[in-house]
């Protein structure tokens, strides 16, 4: 089992930044391929990025490539999410999930999320 709690989340103005932080609890974090998604009002849940259990590989959605950047640190068992240069369309609740497969279709395991709002 593996339990996620994001935090990070906020208000912040267009063009600003936020790091989002999703804690791992379980002695495995370093064995799981880890993801970031959003869901904003009325609309799917999304994929954002995914980092591989060694960080050596990443992908993003084409949405964000170039603003934000996936990283994590295994002995801390956390991943990140650095957002820069935020819009308006960023604004959605943010999970985290983990998945033993890299570029898994479904994820094993999600947190609560966290909510960021981007304003103009």
């Known amino acids: 089992q593996v339990q996620l709690v994001e935090s990070g989340g906020g208000l912040v103005q267009a063009g600003g930044s936020l790091r989002l932080s999703c804690a791992a609890s379980?002695?495995?974090?370093?064995?799981?391929?880890m993801g970031w998604f959003r869901q904003a009002p009325g609309k799917e849940r999304e994929f954002v990025a995914t980092i591989n259990w060694t960080g050596a590989r990443t992908r993003y959605a084409d949405s964000v490539e170039g603003r934000f950047t996936i990283s994590r640190a295994n002995t801390k068992n956390t991943v990140y999410l650095q957002m820069n240069s935020l819009k308006p369309e960023d604004t959605a609740v943010y999970y985290c999930?983990?998945?033993?497969?890299?570029?898994?279709?479904?994820?094993?395991?999600w947190g609560q999320g966290t909510q960021v709002t981007v304003s103009s």
């Open positions: 999930a983990a998945d033993q497969e890299y570029l898994a279709h479904e994820y094993d395991y």
């Open positions: 379980g002695r495995t974090f370093r064995s799981y391929a």
